[in-house]
C-alpha cells in the first residue's frame, strides 16, 4: 500500500535540503539556489533530454553518476547555464563548492540548472550564499528546495509516500519545477527524488527508465522539449530493508511507489503549465496498441486549437477527432468516441467517428471545472494511456513573450 | 520570367468566378459560397491532408479527378462537413447543383468545404443561392470566390502571374483560405489554383506533388493538421501553348510559376495566421541534408516559446537553438549560428551554438518589424530550406477559445 505523506524531499530517512535567495538574477525575489544531500552515498540514477542542445550541467551531473553513486544535488534557478562556452567549467565548479563546503565529493554531486538559455550563469552569487545554503540544511528543508527550483511557476511541486518493502517501512519524496518548455521526449523536466529504500543502482535506473515513459513522457505544456530536461532519483537504503537486487515483488512495490510520486508531480506540472488555469487528463482506452493509444492521447493533449478551445470551455470536439487523425496512430476514424468529464459530470459528444446530440449548457458547465478528463475510445483493443497537459491561455503568450526581461 | 499580374483565379482564359453569401451559417454577414469554372473541361490534379480524419469533400474530389478531368470548384465556408454521417450524401449533392446550373457534369466538380468540423451541413441554403451563384459568374470574379471560401482570415488572399511556355503566354492564379489548424503534412490547407497553360494532367499532378513539398508542406500556423486540406489545380488549355507532356524546359517554367503562387499564398496565409501579427520565415542554410535543413526550419517555425517571443519582438535565440535541438535533425550543435532579420536590418545573436554579444536595443527595432527573417546556419553543408508561420499572440487564444459560437 502507497500512503501519502508531508515532507517532500525530506521525508526519506538520513535526506536534508534547504533552498535560499543568493541573486542568480537581480529583479528577482524568491529563492533560486537549492540543496538536498543524504547522510550516507546513495545509489542513483537519472534520465535527460534527449535535445541535442543539451546544458552543460547534464553533461556533468552524467559524469558523477557514471559510478552508480551520488550524496548531493545543487541546482540554481534563473540561468539554464546553456550554450555557453564557459558551461562546463561552471558546472563543474558548482559541485566543487558543494565539496568545499560540506565535504561531499564533487563527484558525488547531482547538478541542475533552470533558466534563460544563452546567457553566461555568474558563479560568486553561489560562492557567496554556500555558507548559509549548508547551513541552513534541515530535515524541514524540502519545501525551501522546492521553492527554490522553481522558474515561472505559480505554486511549489513536492509530493511524498510512505511504503513497505520486506517488513520494513520506506519513504520517497520529490520536487519538481515546471512550467514551460515541457514537452519531455523519452526523458523529462527537473524532477529531484530521494528515497531511504535500499535498491542497486541498476535495478532504480530500470525503475526510473521504464517509468517516465508513461509518465513524463506523457506530459506536455507547449510542444517545447526543454535542453535541461532531467529526473534523477537518490536511494539512500536508510530504511533498512533488504536491497532490492532484482525483479520481483520489492522491486514492483518500489515500481509503484516511484509511480505514485511521478503521475503526482506531473499532475502538478500540467496544472502549473504557464498561464494554465485548467489541468487536461486525456485518457485513451480501446487502442490495439499501446503505441496508437499514448500517439491518440499525447496527440489530444498538444494540440494548441484544443487547448484554446479548454480555456474557452468550448466542446469543440472535432478539434479531438482531428488531433487523433494526425497523430500517427494506426486507429479506424469510424470507431472513435469522445467524452468530456470533470466532477460536474460526464458529456458524451462524439460516437463511432460522429457526432451525438448533446447538451451544450451541460457540456459549459463540466468543461467550466478546473479539471478536466478527456475521454477517447480508440475500438474495442485492450490498450489504454494517460496524457497530462493544460489549457492554452492569454497568460501562456504574455509570459513568454518578454521571458528574458 | 515570371510576372505579378491581377486576377486571381480569373487571370487564366476561359475561367470565371464568383463568391456569394447564401446563409451556411446564421451569425455570419461575409460571403460563404464560392464557384470556379472553366469554359472547357481542364486536366486537374490536387493533393491532400494526411490526417485519417477526412472531410467528406475530399472523397468526392478524390473520385471526381480521378480521370484527370475537372471543369469546376465549389467551396463553402462556415462549415467543414466532416464527422458526419451523411458528408458524403452533401458533398456529391453540392456537386449535383453545379451540373443542374451549369450543365458542367457532376463528376468534373472539385467540392470544398471549411469551417467547424462535426456539425451536419445543411444543403438548402446552397441549393438556394446556386441560381445567384452561377448567374454572377464573371471574369472579374475571383476577388468574391476569395472572399467566400474565408473563415477566420481577415484578409483575402489571392495571387497571379504571367509566364510564356512554347512562345505562348500564360496565365495563373490561386486563391487560398487559412488560417488556423494549419500544419500541411505532405498535402496542404484549400488553396484553388487555374491556368490556361495547357499541360497534361500526369504532368499536373507531378508538378503539384513536388511543389508542396517545399511549399505548403513548410507552412504551420499553429501545428494541427486539418481533416479538409486539399490544394487543386485546373489547366484548361486555352493559352494554346503545345500540351506540356513531358520534363524539360517548358515543365520547368510551369514549375517555377506554379512555386510563385504557392510561394506567395504560404506568405499571405502566414502573415494571416489566426491572431498573427507578424510573418515569420525561417531560412535555414549549410545543412548536410536537404531534410535537416528542413526539420531544423520547421521546428523553428513551430515552437511556441519562439513564435512568443516575437509577438513581444524579445530575442530570445536559446529558443530557437532548442528547436532546432529537438527537431530531429542530426546537427552538429557547436555548428549553429542565428541571426534576426527584417527591414529594419540584421542582428547576429549566436555563433558556433553559443550567444556572442549584441545590442538588445539593435535587435528590439529589428523585431518590431511585420516581417521577420530567422536565418540559421547549420554548418558548412550544401543544403537549405524555407519555412514559414507566425507569431503567437492573445489573439489566437482569443478567437479558439469560443470558435464554434
Known amino acids: 500500500m502507497i500512503k501519502l505523506i ?12 534547504n533552498g535560499i535567495r543568493c541573486g542568480i538574477r537581480h529583479n528577482r525575489t524568491k529563492r533560486d539556489l537549492a540543496l538536498i544531500v543524504s547522510e550516507v552515498p546513495a545509489a542513483a540514477a537519472a534520465v535527460y533530454t534527449k535535445n541535442l542542445v543539451k546544458g552543460a550541467p547534464l553533461t556533468v551531473t552524467k559524469k558523477h553518476i557514471a559510478d552508480g553513486i551520488a550524496q548531493a544535488v545543487i541546482c540554481n534557478s534563473g540561468n539554464a547555464n546553456t550554450c555557453n562556452a564557459d558551461g562546463l567549467e561552471i558546472a563543474e565548479a558548482m559541485a566543487k563548492l558543494v565539496e568545499k563546503t560540506t565535504g561531499i565529493p564533487a563527484n558525488d554531486v547531482i547538478v541542475g540548472s533552470t533558466g534563460v538559455i544563452g546567457q553566461p550563469l555568474n558563479l560568486q552569487p553561489i560562492a557567496k550564499g554556500m555558507e548559509a545554503l549548508v547551513s541552513g540544511l534541515s530535515e524541514n528543508g524540502g519545501a525551501a528546495a522546492a521553492e527554490a527550483i522553481m522558474t515561472t511557476d505559480t505554486v511549489m511541486k513536492e509530493v511524498a509516500v510512505e511504503f513497505t518493502v520486506g517488513g520494513k517501512v520506506c519513504h520517497m519524496g520529490g520536487i519538481a519545477k515546471g512550467s514551460g518548455m515541457i514537452h519531455p521526449n523519452m526523458a523529462t523536466m527537473l524532477v529531484w527524488i530521494t528515497t531511504d529504500c535500499a535498491i542497486s543502482a541498476e535495478l532504480l535506473q530500470k525503475a526510473l527508465s521504464g517509468d517516465v515513459k508513461n509518465t513524463f513522457n506523457m506530459l506536455s505544456i507547449d510542444g517545447d522539449t526543454s535542453t535541461n530536461d532531467t529526473v534523477a532519483v537518490m536511494a ?29 508531480l506531473c499532475r502538478m506540472i500540467a496544472a502549473d ?57 494506426d486507429v479506424d476514424v469510424t470507431k472513435i468516441g ?6 460536474a459530470g460526464t458529456v458524451e459528444v462524439c460516437r463511432d467517428g460522429s457526432g451525438v446530440p448533446f447538451s451544450e449548457e451541460e457540456a459549459k458547465k463540466v468543461l467550466l471545472e478546473k479539471e478536466i478528463d478527456i475521454l477517447i475510445t480508440l475500438g474495442d483493443g485492450a490498450y489504454g494511456a494517460t496524457a497530462w497537459g493544460c489549457d492554452l491561455t492569454y497568460d501562456y503568450v504574455k509570459i513568454n513573450g518578454d521571458y528574458r526581461t
Not at 240 to 258: C, P, S, Y
Not at 338 to 343: P, Q, T
Open 236 to 264: 539512500n537504503g536508510m530504511a533498512g530493508n533488504e536491497k532490492i537486487v532484482a525483479e520481483g515483488e520489492d522491486f514492483n512495490t518500489f515500481m509503484e511507489a516511484l509511480n505514485t510520486i511521478t503521475v503526482q
Open 273 to 329: 503549465g504557464e498561464g494554465a488555469t485548467k489541468l487536461l487528463e486525456c485518457i485513451a482506452t480501446g487502442a490495439d496498441t499501446e503505441e496508437a493509444a499514448k500517439l491518440a492521447a499525447k496527440s489530444v493533449i498538444c494540440s494548441s486549437l484544443l487547448k484554446s478551445a479548454m480555456f474557452g470551455a468550448d466542446a469543440n470536439w472535432g478539434r479531438v477527432l482531428c488531433a487523433i487523425g494526425y497523430s500517427g496512430a
Open 338 to 343: 469522445v467524452s468530456f468529464r470533470s466532477k
Open 6 to 17: 508531508e515532507g517532500g524531499v525530506c521525508a526519506a530517512k538520513g535526506f536534508k535540503a
